[in-house]
């Protein structure tokens, strides 16, 4: 049986060499309790550049706008793939408020980024494409 795939949007906003991640809610299906990048899945014919736009108001009541892309990375799971679209995003607007889908949320640098317990495709993103900020 062949795996579907997903396509996921994820923005990295940064802050005086900080960008903000959340931790995942312990009941997700996907990375539970693990730290990652705003964002989530494109709905069926949505544009890509407006599910991100969408996600980031979601989960953290934040209005931002695309700057440019970071680079794709690809997680396996049993029950599908998921190809993770990564763009720089900036601030426009809005005070920032946590959504139910994630338990915390910080800004923090590299170094304790890469300590955290991270999502699949976050890890391969920092370490196999080597992402600095």
Known sequence: MDIPYGLTMRGLLKRQNKILI???HPNSRTNPNRWELVGGKVDPGE???KALIRE???ETNLKIKIADSIG???ED???KRTVALV???EFISGEFKISDEHIDWKWANMDEIKELNLSG???KLLIEKNYEL
């Open 22 to 24: 959340l931790k995942r």
């Open 47 to 49: 544009n890509f550049d």
């Open 56 to 58: 980031f108001k979601e």
């Open 72 to 74: 794709a990375v690809q």
């Open 77 to 79: 799971f049993p029950h």
């Open 87 to 89: 763009m720089n995003v």
């Open 121 to 123: 495709w976050f890890k």
